[in-house]
């Protein structure tokens, strides 16, 4: 079964700086690869998404990923980090082929220092 | 335009009542989940609706649980003789699903309900 993980807890950063938050899948063939964010109080929204094509994928407010087969990572960064980026963030895969289920990381708690 | 709405979306119940939860898709999202977000963990799958196809159940975590989906529309995810370990956001979600836009649609979530058993 398909499954997601990321490894740290919490992801500190001053405002400004790069942010990267980490994320490795393992699947059974191909991927679907997602990242979700998830505000204070508020419901998970979208971010990006990579099916096939380019590995660096641009998503949302400045975010992007980017897929790399042979490490089986799916990395989501931002050049420049806001305070407002402050948020929980999931990573997420399902297979190209076969079932349909979304299989959720952890979730990694992004703090921006201002 | 209108997103996934879930009621109640805070409940409070007694170990050993049943509950049930409701999920309202967005218009034309052929493809429904629930998954279960329990403190500081991460996102438990439960179930999935897709069209007509037989509900993929696999999640579920004990017969105690129970999920419908009337046609394309709302889902109720049911909670027989609640516990304790329960008490976790509940949360659906929605996509086009396989028909129109492949296992690659994105889901959009409603924002939860709370379930607290005391």
């Known amino acids: 079964a398909q499954s997601v993980a990321q490894p740290e807890d919490q992801v500190n950063v001053a405002e400004g700086n790069p942010l990267t938050v980490k994320c490795t899948y393992s699947v059974s063939g191909n991927p679907y690869l997602f990242w979700y964010v998830q505000y204070p109080n508020r419901g998970l929204q979208f971010l990006l998404k990579y099916i096939t094509g380019d590995n660096l994928v641009k998503g949302s407010y400045g975010f992007e990923a980017e897929f790399n087969k042979s490490q089986t990572s799916f990395h989501l960064k931002k050049p420049s980090a806001l305070v407002s980026d402050s948020a929980l963030y999931f990573c997420?895969?399902?297979?190209?082929?076969?079932?349909?289920?979304?299989?959720f990381g952890k979730g990694n708690q992004v703090v921006v220092i201002p | 335009g209108a997103g996934v709405s879930q009621s109640p979306s805070n409940k409070v119940t007694e170990k050993g009542k049943d509950v049930e939860l409701r999920c309202d898709p967005i218009?034309?999202?052929?493809?429904l989940y629930w998954y279960r977000q329990r403190l500081g963990q991460g996102l438990e799958f439960l179930i999935y609706f897709q069209g007509n196809s037989a509900p993929d159940k696999s999640g579920l975590p004990s017969d105690r649980f129970s999920a419908e989906r009337t046609g394309e529309s709302v889902s109720t995810l049911t909670i027989q003789r609640t516990q304790q370990e329960d008490s976790a956001v509940y949360l659906c979600?929605?996509?086009?699903?396989?028909?129109?836009?492949?296992?690659?649609?994105?889901?959009?979530f409603g924002n939860g309900t709370r379930l607290t058993v005391t």
């Open positions: 218009s034309g999202h052929t493809a």
């Open positions: 979600a929605s996509s086009l699903g396989r028909e129109s836009g492949g296992n690659n649609s994105p889901l959009h």
């Open positions: 997420a895969v399902s297979p190209l082929y076969g079932n349909n289920r979304l299989a």
